[in-house]
């Protein structure tokens, strides 16, 4: 078996109002995107690690990678008009891997055991992903004004690695029609059977500046 982690870094990240992607962006003495990629070279069970970005970021890529030798990554594709399409386009690039992590270049603190945990899940789904339960109240709003309550039993906050059989996600990509907001929703789409896996509070997606700040914060205390 063999499992290939395919990271997502070809998004432009605006409203992080910043001169760079926020991947490329510096947490610490490196850049996101090199902590997120270290992240899954340090599981034993990835095999293979493909970095798909954008084709103006070539130079920011090869600064954010400088310092990683290690043979399981390989050299990055361009992506696409969609986060869809760039999946896809990643997904061709691969070696045809038994199973595929779908992850997010903007999540730097992907833990081990959650890589192992959606992992395991696939001996008994099609496709695994990581989420958190949502425990706060939900409302309806009308401008300012709230409207009616949302029932909040059953529902998730959705994040990634999102892992798949590589060959189910693949196809399911291939006969995809519209744009899709996640590779869950694909493989859904596709008639995919998808497990929820515990996720982490810490593996949290750098979107806004204070999101940033939030990853110093986490970095420092780790270190």
């Avoid at 045809?96 to 997010?104: A, K, R």
Wanted: charged share 20%; hydrophobic share 45%; net charge negative.
């Amino acid at each position: 078996m063999t499992n290939a982690a395919l990271i997502v870094a070809a998004g432009r990240g605006s409203r992080m109002r910043a001169d760079l992607p926020k991947q490329y962006l510096k947490l610490g003495s490196h850049m996101v995107l090199h902590h997120t990629i270290t992240a899954f070279l340090a599981s034993e069970q990835i095999n293979t690690v493909q970095v798909v970005i954008h084709p103006d970021d070539a130079t920011l890529y090869a600064t954010a990678t400088a310092k990683i030798s290690d043979p399981r990554l390989h050299a990055p594709v361009h992506g696409g008009a969609s986060r869809s399409a760039s999946v896809h386009l990643g997904l061709k690039a691969l070696d045809t891997p038994t199973n595929v992590l779908i992850h997010d270049a903007a999540r730097p603190f992907c833990s081990i055991d959650l890589i192992d945990r959606v992992i395991a899940a696939l001996d008994t789904a099609d496709g695994a992903f990581a989420a958190l339960p949502v425990v706060d109240a939900l409302w309806q709003t009308d401008g300012p004004h709230a409207t009616a309550p949302v029932p909040r039993d059953g529902l998730w906050r959705a994040q990634t690695p999102q892992a798949f059989r590589y060959d189910a996600i693949f196809k399911a990509h291939q006969n995809l029609t519209t744009d899709a907001t996640d590779d869950v929703a694909v493989a859904r789409e596709a008639g995919l059977t998808v497990r929820v896996v515990d996720g982490d509070e810490d593996n949290f997606k750098i979107t806004l500046p204070r999101d940033l700040t939030r990853a110093e914060q986490l970095l420092a205390k780790a270190s």
